[in-house]
Nanobody, 114 residues
Framework: QVQLVESGGGLVQPGGSLRLSCVASGFAFSSTTMSWYRQAPGKERELVARITSGGGDKTYADSVKGRFTISRVNAQNTVYLQMNSLKPEDTATYYC???????WGQGIQVTVSS
């Protein structure tokens, strides 16, 4: 069965960095576009970043451009989200998502606060 397992979240001060990881299993990861979404309390879930199967095409939300980088290692069935220059408004639960499906990770909390 499809599984998406996130890790790497936590509490960080404004201006700090975190790297999220999502390890996938149960499907052809190297052929699949993958995404990171986030949802803050009281807000809708929003797309943060997306990467195509080969990693050649990446899409970012305007709010994270220049600060976040999505990447993947197909040999390890893993997609990453490197988050730099974090702001309090980045505080949310972050989810890994398999494109064109209803498969989501369990979500991981990122809190940016001093």
């Amino acid at each position: 069965q499809v599984q998406l397992v996130e890790s790497g979240g936590g509490l960080v001060q404004p201006g700090g960095s975190l790297r999220l990881s999502c390890v996938a299993s149960g499907f052809a990861f190297s052929s699949t576009t993958m995404s990171w979404y986030r949802q803050a309390p009281g807000k809708e879930r929003e797309l943060v970043a997306r990467i195509t199967s080969g990693g050649g095409d990446k899409t970012y939300a305007d709010s994270v451009k220049g600060r976040f980088t999505i990447s993947r290692v197909n040999a390890q069935n893993t997609v990453y989200l490197q988050m730099n220059s974090l702001k309090p408004e980045d505080t949310a639960t972050y989810y890994c998502h398999k494109r064109w499906s209803n498969y989501w990770g369990q979500g991981i909390q990122v809190t940016v606060s001093s």
